[in-house]
């Protein structure tokens, strides 16, 4: 897509000019070290805090089938012991040091976090390192935290709506690895041995494929510095072999699935193919997605909560990614609501968005919404790193430049428009939980 000009200032000898980030208060360099690592260094020193954040290109997305939970598994293992920091040493380190830490997998991407002081916030590189690369995944440690994430796995069946959530996602992606569940199956996680995990973080975790950011109250010369002085002589990584996933096929019509769940309660979650992020689609979803949801005055959540009390509460979420999003919305109704009701009265509100005039007034609001949230994403450097972090990866993190303008180019014309095109019976899933049959 096209970019406007990156506004430049002058920086430090040895450093790429500096991009400052609007409406962040910060500023922004990027580097890339011989071995391919991948540097934002993002200064902002409000707050005598710095966050690293080491970010792979690599998450379940990134699984072949018999792989799936690889991912996620591997990131309980990179706090389990290198060849120099035993068990626990991670977490012990961070403490001793009055920080925080903690990782997240998600289906295009994989990170890592520390949150320490400004004067002390380098040995964060040190740790991040070691593990690129010296991970022991020892064969002990891996059976009994297997045993942890099977846990995990069985917690996330016995709730209704992950349960839900799941069914619908396999439905709406089909065989390609965003129908499967992060954390995987019990069918994959049970036979996956150490090896298999070895030869997936040997082919994925390597500067390479790595971005790290650091943001908060640094020296950017110094930093790029402690940089290169941790990370510089790690071998690039092998180039990966392409992956051979199950393509995204257009949906071709609409799929309806009902689950049944011992209690009273009606659930619905009804969900949409839609963008990749960073598209205009993207920021047209965010819109839309509170015009429909977005707190009391949504039209969803007047309609059927306020005046026909057929719900207790409506929930939508645009969740772009790499290769192409999915809006998800859900309902829980009131006990004995008549589902047919319920669906009804969204088809209506639909179409309503995408046919008839949006008030001028009600677009302006659910701007002003819209913007309040992106601020709220930059409050802390651990969210500004967070931010830069994931859309450096999953698109551009030069999104951040024109934010107001991509924001501000958003018409009721456009998100009709998009509606229209998206939001159709053809491209949905719609999954029913249900109480359980009486025999």
């Not at 500096?18 to 690592?37: D, K, M, S």
């Not at 390597?206 to 002085?229: D, F, Y």
């Not at 999104?399 to 018409?411: F, G, I, K, N, P």
Request: hydrophobic share 40%; net charge negative.
């Amino acid at each position: 897509m096209p970019r406007q000009a990156a506004p430049r200032t002058s920086s430090p000898r040895g450093l790429a000019r500096a991009v400052e980030l609007p409406g962040t208060g910060a500023r922004l360099h990027e580097h890339r070290l011989r071995n391919g690592l991948r540097v934002l260094l993002v200064e902002r020193h409000a707050d005598p805090v710095v966050t690293s954040l080491l970010w792979y290109d690599a998450g379940a997305r990134d699984e072949a089938p018999h792989e799936a939970g690889v991912a996620h598994f591997l990131e309980h293992m990179m706090f389990k012991g290198t060849r120099r920091h035993g068990k626990g040493q991670v977490d012990a380190i961070t403490t001793q040091l009055g920080g925080s830490n903690n990782a997240f997998t998600s289906y295009d991407h994989t990170a890592y976090w520390f949150e320490l002081s400004s004067d002390r916030w380098e040995t964060a590189l040190e740790l991040e390192a070691d593990r690129m690369r010296g991970l022991r995944l020892d064969e002990a440690e891996f059976r009994s935290e297997k045993a942890v994430v099977l846990e995990e796995l069985a917690m996330g069946r016995d709730n209704p709506w992950r349960r839900l959530g799941q069914e619908v996602g396999e439905a709406l992606y089909g065989r390609h690895p965003y129908g499967r569940p992060i954390i995987g199956y019990r069918d994959t996680l049970e036979p996956m041995g150490v090896d298999l995990m070895r030869s997936w973080y040997e082919r994925t975790y390597h500067p390479g494929r790595a971005t790290l950011v650091l943001c908060g109250g640094l020296n950017p010369r110094q930093a790029l510095a402690r940089v290169r002085e941790h990370f510089g002589d790690l071998p690039a990584g092998p180039e990966a072999p392409p992956l051979e996933r199950a393509p995204l096929r257009e949906p071709e019509g609409e799929r309806r699935l009902t689950v049944r769940w011992d209690d009273p309660a009606q659930r619905l979650t009804m969900a949409w193919r839609t963008a990749p992020v960073g598209t205009d689609e993207d920021f047209d979803l965010d819109l839309i997605e509170a015009l429909l949801t977005g707190g009391r005055l949504s039209r969803l959540h007047r309609r059927l909560v306020l005046q026909e009390g057929l719900a207790t509460f409506v929930s939508g979420t645009s969740d772009t990614r790499v290769e192409a999003g999915a809006f998800w919305l859900s309902v829980e109704t009131v006990p004995g609501a008549d589902p047919a009701a319920v669906e009804r009265v969204v088809e209506e509100e639909l179409h309503r968005l995408a046919h008839e005039r949006i008030p001028a007034s009600e677009l302006k609001r659910v701007k002003a919404t819209v913007r309040s949230g992106d601020a709220y994403e930059a409050e802390t450097v651990t969210d500004l790193a967070e931010l830069v972090g994931s859309l450096a990866v999953d698109a551009d993190w030069r999104l951040l430049l024109d934010l107001e303008e991509r924001r501000s180019a958003v018409t009721a014309k456009r998100v009709q428009s998009t509606l229209r095109r998206l939001f159709v019976p053809e491209r949905r899933v719609v999954g029913w939980s249900l109480p359980e049959e009486k025999a």
